[in-house]
Structure formats: structure tokens, C-alpha cells
């Protein structure tokens, strides 16, 4: 008999639409009795790169990097206030490959879904959309209602 718990990973950066995936990982994880993975992927966007020779100012990393723990705490703190035991995680990365990998031993990942849809999904590659392709357990894509 297996007694290790379930364990869901959720995408969650502080949006709307990561918000809607931790309610729904939330209400999931209470059913199933399964523990959270809370993931937050940050990296630094090429614009900060911009020019020869540009060299990110002082700090810029670690606002980058306060901000993303910022938000697994936050949602952390609201999965645990719900009775769900819940892990932040925060990882330097794009966020489908993030993702992907950190849901590679889990039960099931739970992101959010931007609503992109058609051409401008095609050319965005939106991050739903690789995990759909890479993820190597369930995946639960949380759209918005109405």
C-alpha cells in the first residue's frame, strides 16, 4: 500500500489567471488530500539586455528574484489558510520548462490560461500550451469563466 500523499504542482506568478489555477489546485488538493507545489518562474527579460554591452543594474536579479518569492509565499499562505499543505518554490528558468520539470514526479499540474487563443496563440507559444505538449502527468489548464 502506497501512504505517500498526492502531490499537485501549480503555476501560480500573482495574476488573475494564476490566481484561478491556485483555487482551483486548492479545491483539488482538499478532495484528493494531496499537498501543493507552488511554482513560480522568473528570469530576466531581454529588454534588460538591450544595447551593446548593457549590463543589468545592481539589484535588478534580485528584484526579479524578491518578486517571484513574493508570490509563492503569498499563494503559499492562502493554500495553507484553505488546509493544504503547501511548498513554495521558486526557480530561475522559462516558465513551461520550470514547470515541466517540476511536475515531472508529481500527480498532476495545474496552470492558468490567458485566454490566448488562434493566430496570436500560435505566436506567442503560450505556456499552457508547452506544458500540454511536455508535461509527463495529467494537466489541468484552469480557463476563464463566463
Known sequence: MNT?????V?????????????????KEANLRGARL???????LPPPVYSGPGYIPS????ESFEEFASEAA??????????GVEAD???CEGQAAEVLVEEAANAD????????????????????SAQCAHHAVCPLVIVRPTG
Open 4 to 8: 505517500q500523499r498526492e502531490t499537485i
Open 10 to 26: 501549480v503555476g501560480v506568478d500573482g495574476s488573475e489567471h494564476g490566481e484561478r489555477a491556485l483555487d482551483w489546485a486548492v
Open 37 to 43: 507545489r507552488l511554482v513560480v518562474a522568473w528570469h
Open 58 to 61: 545592481v539589484g535588478t536579479r
Open 73 to 82: 509565499n503569498a499563494a503559499a499562505t492562502r493554500a495553507r489558510e484553505a
Open 88 to 90: 513554495p518554490v521558486v
Open 108 to 127: 498532476m499540474l495545474v496552470v492558468g490560461s490567458r485566454g490566448h487563443g488562434g493566430f496570436a496563440g500560435l505566436l506567442l507559444g503560450s505556456v
